[in-house]
Nanobody
Framework: QGRLVESGGASVQTGGSLRISCAAS????????IGWYRQTPGKERELVAA???????KYADSVQNRFTISRDNAKGTVWLQMNELEPEDTAAYYC???????????????????WGQGTQVTVTS
């Protein structure tokens, strides 16, 4: 059984930076494309960034040039470096399986059994 565990969320001021982490174990360790999703109450889930084992990446327009996704395959860890944070980035962030063919809203390549507890990012003005 696979598992994904998110960590590193915090409260930061507008314009600040934060890096969050996703640790994979079990079958999740071999996921080819892992993405970072975010969600706020009442809004649709958004895939903000994804990365393949080979290093290919995909970003949502809303975070392009501000967020950077990276991974260490040997450690089973994926990071999301978030710069120039805005109040609109406030959300619970989750990692899950993804595809490089989709970013933003309407991406459904995740697995239900991989959803973790998420990590909360709050950006204050």
């Amino acid at each position: 059984q696979g598992r994904l565990v998110e960590s590193g969320g915090a409260s930061v001021q507008t314009g600040g930076s934060l890096r969050i982490s996703c640790a994979a174990s079990g079958s999740a360790f071999n996921i080819n494309v892992i993405g970072w999703y975010r969600q706020t109450p009442g809004k649709e889930r958004e895939l903000v960034a994804a990365i393949s084992r080979g290093g290919g990446t995909k970003y949502a327009d809303s975070v392009q040039n501000r967020f950077t996704i990276s991974r260490d395959n040997a450690k089973g860890t994926v990071w999301l470096q978030m710069n120039e944070l805005e109040p609109e980035d406030t959300a619970a962030y989750y990692c899950n399986e993804a595809s490089l063919d989709c970013a933003g809203y309407g991406c459904f390549d995740y697995r239900e059994d991989y959803w973790g507890q998420g990590t909360q990012v709050t950006v204050t003005s």
